[in-house]
C-alpha cells in the first residue's frame, strides 16, 4: 500500500520569522512602497519562490508584519481595575497606528479595493481581537458596577473603537495618548451608572 505524498514541502516558521523581520524594518525605514519580494527576499535571505509559498504578494506580508508586532504576545496582566486596564490598552493601539509601521497599514487599507484578503486579515486579526479584549474589560467593569446596567456592549465598542479606525484611516487627526484617555472619558460619561 503506498503512502500518500504531501502537498509540498512544509513551511519552515524559521523562514517566515526572518521574513516578517524584514517586512518590519522595511516598513519603519521606507514605508509600504520599499515593501517589494525582491527587497524582503534580498533582506530575508530567502528566494522569492519561498516568500510566495507563504504569502499572496508583498502586500500580505506587510500587513501580517504589522499586526504581528502590535498584538500582545500573551495575555496582559490583570490590575482589578478593568477601566484602567481599558485605557492602557486604547493607548497601545494609538502608539501601534501612529507609528510609521501602522501609517503603512493604513495606506494599505486605503488602498485595497472592497473586501480584499488584506482587510479581511486586518479585520479578523487585528480589529476583532481588539475589540474582543475591549468586550472583555468592558464585561469586567460591568460586573463590577461601574457601568450601567443592560449596556449595548457591541454598540459600546463601536463609541469607542470607532474614532480610533476612523483617525487611522482618515489621517485627519493625531492618535495620541491625550486623544484615547478623553475619548476613554467621554464615551465612560454616557455609560456610567445614573445616579
Same mark, same amino acid.
Do not use: C
Given at each position: 500500500?503506498?503512502?500518500?505524498?504531501?502537498?509540498?514541502?512544509?513551511?519552515?516558521?524559521?523562514?517566515?520569522?526572518?521574513?516578517?523581520?524584514?517586512?518590519?524594518?522595511?516598513?519603519?525605514?521606507?514605508?509600504?512602497?520599499?515593501?517589494?519580494?525582491?527587497?524582503?527576499?534580498?533582506?530575508?535571505?530567502?528566494?522569492?519562490?519561498?516568500?510566495?509559498?507563504?504569502?499572496?504578494?508583498?502586500?500580505?506580508?506587510?500587513?501580517?508584519?504589522?499586526?504581528?508586532?502590535?498584538?500582545?504576545?500573551?495575555?496582559?496582566?490583570?490590575?482589578?481595575?478593568?477601566?484602567?486596564?481599558?485605557?492602557?490598552?486604547?493607548?497601545?493601539?494609538?502608539?501601534?497606528?501612529?507609528?510609521?509601521?501602522?501609517?503603512?497599514?493604513?495606506?494599505?487599507?486605503?488602498?485595497?479595493?472592497?473586501?480584499?484578503?488584506?482587510?479581511?486579515?486586518?479585520?479578523?486579526?487585528?480589529?476583532?481581537?481588539?475589540?474582543?479584549?475591549?468586550? %472583555? #474589560? @468592558?464585561? +469586567? *467593569?460591568? /460586573?463590577?458596577?461601574?457601568? &450601567? !446596567?443592560?449596556?449595548?456592549?457591541?454598540?459600546?465598542?463601536?463609541?469607542?473603537?470607532?474614532?480610533?479606525?476612523?483617525?487611522?484611516?482618515?489621517?485627519?487627526?493625531?492618535?495620541?495618548?491625550?486623544?484615547?484617555? %478623553? #475619548? @476613554?472619558? +467621554? *464615551?465612560? /460619561?454616557?455609560?456610567?451608572? &445614573? !445616579?
Amino acid at each position: 500500500m503506498s503512502t500518500p505524498k504531501s502537498p509540498g514541502r512544509p513551511r519552515n516558521p524559521a523562514i517566515r520569522a526572518a521574513v516578517l523581520d524584514a517586512a518590519r524594518e522595511l516598513l519603519a525605514a521606507g514605508g509600504l512602497p520599499a515593501v517589494t519580494i525582491e527587497a524582503l527576499a534580498a533582506r530575508a535571505g530567502v528566494s522569492r519562490p519561498t516568500i510566495y509559498r507563504h504569502w499572496p504578494n508583498s502586500a500580505a506580508v506587510a500587513m501580517e508584519a504589522f499586526v504581528s508586532a502590535t498584538l500582545p504576545s500573551g495575555p496582559p496582566k490583570p490590575t482589578g481595575a478593568p477601566l484602567t486596564d481599558l485605557a492602557a490598552h486604547l493607548r497601545k493601539l494609538a502608539q501601534a497606528f501612529a507609528s510609521p509601521t501602522g501609517r503603512s497599514a493604513a495606506a494599505l487599507l486605503a488602498a485595497s479595493q472592497g473586501e480584499t484578503e488584506l482587510t479581511k486579515a486586518f479585520r479578523n486579526h487585528f480589529i476583532m481581537t481588539a475589540r474582543h479584549e475591549g468586550r %472583555r #474589560l @468592558l464585561t +469586567l *467593569a460591568a /460586573a463590577q458596577g461601574q457601568l &450601567r !446596567p443592560r449596556l449595548d456592549l457591541e454598540l459600546t465598542l463601536d463609541l469607542i473603537y470607532g474614532p480610533l479606525y476612523f483617525r487611522l484611516l482618515m489621517g485627519h487627526a493625531e492618535l495620541s495618548k491625550s486623544f484615547t484617555d %478623553r #475619548l @476613554l472619558q +467621554l *464615551a465612560l /460619561a454616557g455609560i456610567a451608572p &445614573r !445616579p
